[in-house]
């Protein structure tokens, strides 16, 4: 089904209706702040009082649901200098402080937990991915060496657990090692992990049973996945996400869409929008959530309107600390267009080297 323009004189009540997953505590509302790259944590990997200040403030700012940047589980998975760590016990007392926080201003929480592969940080010198790639100097990972990578995502998920938080995040998206392991092209693996999709989802899957095996049963697990780019194809990410949407095991399913008014990149599946495509999948208990240049009310709703239980936002969270709130007061609220100011960024609560990434990352984000 297509999403269809929703009435600017629509009440915004469906925002703010409760979001209950199978597990772990009531989400207040449909808003989730999206995982966001922002170098802000120490360069071992711990937290730092910006990003502490970033995240929390988003929840004090009306976010039912933060989820934190990337957070690598092993150390050569290091994907962006000030990466947020949770592959060691010296990560612990800092999770255990941000849980804490976030909890404190009434949001739901959850650690996205990644590995980079060939996607890695220049600083990493064992560069691993699921096949050799000469372009990064990654080599292919060992069968005992993918048992590693699921041992350690188990153990950063307990990890997490015990610091406090409500759940993870798998990240399956953007071209790290998950979706590395998904697409065809980087992975030419003969083995038990590759060849056909079954094979090449099966780290996927590995780790969700993982994690659901050790950690409590009320304990929330996601996956985000991408459909495009990075050498996926897209019926492929559909039939995968058909089969994450019907697993027991997870509890959400969010799909990273750059736009979620866009047309497929794929021909064959012009004449609808991309978002249309997962929200037609067949579902249980289990919920969907969308990200992609949502930045009005008008965009939320129509993102619900269109199938979704839920909006991940990212820029338009970072230009607005309390957008939910803003909303909630103003159905026509806007965050500010593009460019903005450093002086605008940082009364947001970004740290100086988030406005620095941004600068380089994002041209035309920052007026000065």
């Not at 600017?8 to 703010?16: K, P, R």
């Not at 998206?173 to 693996?189: D, K, M, T």
């Not at 996945?225 to 996400?241: A, V």
Request: a negative charge; aromatic letters at 8%.
């Amino acid at each position: 089904m297509n999403p269809q323009p929703v009435s600017q004189s629509i009440s915004t009540e469906n925002l703010f209706q409760p979001l209950q997953l199978p597990r772990g505590p009531v989400i207040k509302n449909r808003f989730a702040l999206a995982p966001l790259t922002n170098t802000q944590s120490h360069a071992d990997g711990t937290l730092s009082e910006d990003e502490y200040r970033f995240l929390c403030l988003r929840a004090q700012g009306g976010f039912g649901w933060v989820t934190t940047c990337a957070s690598h589980i092993q150390a050569n998975g290091q994907g962006f200098p000030g990466q947020l760590g949770c592959f060691d016990d010296k990560h612990l007392p800092g999770l255990q402080r941000l849980a804490a926080g976030l909890r404190a201003q009434g949001a739901v929480s959850a650690v996205q937990l990644q590995h980079s592969g060939l996607r890695a940080h220049e600083s990493v010198s064992d560069v691993v991915a699921p096949s050799a790639h000469a372009e990064s100097g990654a080599r292919a990972l060992s069968e005992a060496e993918v048992d590693g990578v699921i041992e350690s995502f188990v153990e950063a998920a307990v990890r997490v657990e015990k610091a406090g938080f409500d759940g993870v995040q798998i990240h399956g998206a953007h071209g790290y090692l998950i979706a590395q392991f998904l697409s065809p092209e980087s992975n030419q693996r003969s083995d038990r992990w590759g060849g056909s999709l079954e094979n090449r989802s099966r780290l996927l899957f590995a780790i969700i049973e993982g994690i659901r095996s050790q950690c409590h049963t009320d304990f929330q697990v996601g996956v985000r996945l991408s459909p495009e780019r990075f050498g996926l194809r897209l019926p492929e990410m559909l039939e995968l996400s058909a089969q994450l949407l019907q697993d027991a095991r997870l509890d959400y399913l969010d799909v990273s869409l750059w736009d979620i008014f866009k047309q497929p990149e794929d021909p064959a599946f012009q004449g609808q929008t991309l978002m249309s495509l997962f929200t037609q999948l067949p579902r249980g208990p289990i919920k969907l959530g969308v990200a992609g240049k949502i930045l009005s009310a008008q965009d939320a709703l129509q993102a619900l309107a269109g199938g979704a239980d839920y909006v991940a936002l990212g820029r338009a969270a970072m230009l607005s600390h309390d957008y939910p709130l803003q909303v909630q007061a103003d159905a026509h609220y806007q965050p500010p267009t593009l460019p903005v100011s450093q002086a605008h960024l940082k009364k947001e609560g970004l740290g100086t080297s988030f406005l620095t990434y941004l600068s380089h990352r994002f041209p035309g984000f920052m007026a000065d």
